[in-house]
């Protein structure tokens, strides 16, 4: 990223998301003010725009990746974020062509290992989340064994994830709930995940993987 851009190059309206589009330099914003107040900022700005270029980047890679081994499901985000940072750097991961997560906690509810520890009963949990939610939001529920999960799945969870499983038992899972549910249950694995991992993990009963 850089402050000057060469002429003759697309602008930021012609903004096209293709490879095309970002070799070379390219006018990103054009800011006018007091010389004072711009230089107080840009350094801020430029570092913003750099951290979520680096997002972008790192997401475009993982996609393109996916689809060179011919992965039909989706590359997503973590859901977590830098304070204050979340629509940039959610936006990044769109630019970079992958899957934001949830927007926020409202978005979905997601009950996590802490809720079934301290809930005790995966069925019940489901089912008493279901009653507060009610039926236009997801449930998902973190799952950190197959049992769990068929369990989760059972009592009506929308989608299961299969939390730090090993590769091997993570796409073995993957098949035998897609087997036992073969309609509306998306499979999502996360942790372990890096650039080095990730094919190991691709499997046709897996929908989302989670970075």
Request: glycine fraction near 8%; include cysteine; charged fraction near 25%.
């Amino acid at each position: 990223v850089a402050s000057s851009w060469a002429s003759g190059k697309k602008d930021a309206g012609a903004f096209d998301a293709t490879d095309e589009h970002f070799k070379g330099r390219h006018r990103l914003a054009e800011v006018s003010g007091p010389a004072c107040k711009i230089l107080q900022g840009e350094r801020t700005a430029l570092n913003i725009i750099s951290r979520c270029s680096g997002i972008a980047t790192h997401a475009k890679q993982l996609v393109d990746m996916k689809c060179r081994h011919g992965w039909h499901g989706e590359i997503a985000a973590t859901r977590k974020i830098t304070p204050g940072f979340r629509l940039m750097e959610k936006y990044a991961v769109v630019v970079g062509g992958a899957s934001p997560h949830r927007m926020n906690v409202s978005d979905m509810t997601m009950l996590k290992d802490n809720h079934c520890w301290a809930f005790g009963d995966i069925k019940a949990m489901v089912e008493k989340a279901r009653s507060a939610c009610g039926f236009s939001s997801k449930i998902e529920v973190e799952c950190q064994s197959l049992a769990e999960a068929i369990e989760a799945a059972s009592a009506g969870a929308e989608i299961v994830m299969l939390d730090n499983f090993p590769p091997s038992e993570a796409k073995a899972a993957a098949a035998k709930l897609k087997e036992q549910f073969p309609r509306g249950l998306t499979i999502e694995v996360s942790g372990g995940l890096t650039m080095e991992t990730a094919p190991s993990f691709f499997s046709e009963h897996t929908d989302v993987l989670s970075f």
